[in-house]
């Protein structure tokens, strides 16, 4: 395989190691490089690291450069065959690449890519995961990355961004803190300013409903989100779905009961009395999710604002090979 590396040079970690990334590519000549100033450069990068016959593609980023990485490399023709994609934490939130294993900073974590490439000992690494692809409808392009937010989660994240500065309350700690947050803002009710619920039309289906269908079922929800991964911030967990599909999602409507008990099982990935949707409570594993929403919406912490007649449709049909650091 041959090693190329993408790096978003104003991600926040990168920006804070330059050096130490610096000597590791002087130590390794075979390692294609590429750096990136903005989102906007990484079509060309990777067209450029695609030539040059790269298999093993390391991203020294955080969650927003590796979703833009996976919708370029996805939902286009740039790679063929596909790479396997190695995350370097690199960003401000890192989620996907604590969940994959890779939590060393960006220098040590490409030595050990290289060391793994020169020993053979490659195939150790390698951890299976499901991509989730978000449709937009006919005529647009498909955007890819491992969670989806709408509404609230996109609201209180933008919040975030204009309430801290870029070196404050950042990194896996920091951004589980203000999710965790969030989340028991939406268990306890507040339904008011940015934690108002929003008007969401929900349809789903899986392999155990004896009648899948895709009627959408429209009610005030303070929460939705759906997730490719195993885990998001601190081990937080918030989805209970038991039925076999790789596309996890949990909404919680604006008439929930609230109680502390429903508050702790719902952060811990555990039923909260009742489950079922019409008592407020839904989590489950599905093969497609169809949402038809006006509010705004986040994959992988990029942002989307708001936009009226809305539909989008969730499902995780990729499943690339992603390599631990």
């Known amino acids: 395989m041959r090693l190329g590396l993408l790096s978003n040079c104003h991600a926040g970690l990168s920006r804070a190691s330059p050096t130490a990334l610096k000597q590791t590519?002087?130590?390794?000549?075979?390692?294609?490089?590429?750096?990136?100033?903005?989102?906007?450069?990484?079509?060309?990068?990777?067209?450029?690291?695609?030539?040059?016959?790269?298999?093993?593609?390391?991203?020294?980023?955080?969650?927003?450069?590796?979703?833009?990485?996976?919708?370029?490399?996805?939902a286009g023709s740039i790679f063929e065959p596909l790479p396997a994609i190695a995350p370097l934490p690199g960003g401000r939130t890192n989620m996907s690449a604590a969940d994959i294993g890779s939590t060393a900073p960006p220098a040590a974590g490409l030595v050990a890519l290289i060391r793994a490439l020169r020993a053979n000992t490659l195939e150790r690494r390698v951890v299976k995961r499901p991509v989730l692809r978000v449709d937009f409808g006919l005529g647009t392009s498909p955007q890819y990355g491992m969670f989806f937010g709408a509404g609230v989660i996109q609201r209180a994240l933008a919040f975030k961004h204009q309430l801290y500065p870029k070196r404050r309350l950042q990194g896996l700690f920091g951004a589980g803190l203000f999710l965790g947050g969030a989340l028991l803002r939406v268990a306890s009710g507040?339904?008011?300013?940015?934690?108002?619920?929003?008007?969401?039309?929900?349809?789903?289906?899986?392999?155990?409903?004896?009648?899948?269908?895709?009627?959408?079922?429209t009610q005030p929800f303070q929460l939705v989100m759906a997730t490719t991964l195993k885990r998001l911030f601190l081990h937080l967990c918030p989805f209970w779905g038991t039925e076999n599909a790789s596309l996890r999602f949990t909404a919680i409507a604006a008439n929930a009961a609230r109680s502390p008990v429903a508050v702790w099982k719902v952060l811990r990935g555990l039923p909260p009395p009742p489950v079922a949707l019409d008592s407020g409570y839904c989590s489950h594993n599905v093969e497609r999710l169809t949402l038809q929403m006006a509010c705004g919406f986040t994959i992988d912490g990029e942002l989307f604002e708001p936009q009226p007649g809305r539909t989008l449709y969730l499902a995780a049909d990729h499943r690339l090979r992603f390599i631990r650091a």
Do not use: C, W, Y
């Open 190 to 217: 507040s339904p008011t300013g940015i934690f108002a619920p929003d008007d969401i039309g929900l349809a789903f289906n899986h392999k155990g409903m004896a009648t899948p269908s895709d009627r959408l079922e």
């Open 25 to 74: 590519l002087e130590g390794a000549p075979e390692v294609v490089h590429v750096a990136t100033r903005s989102s906007a450069d990484v079509p060309e990068a990777l067209t450029r690291l695609a030539r040059q016959g790269v298999t093993l593609l390391a991203v020294d980023g955080g969650d927003g450069t590796l979703q833009r990485v996976l919708t370029e490399v996805l």
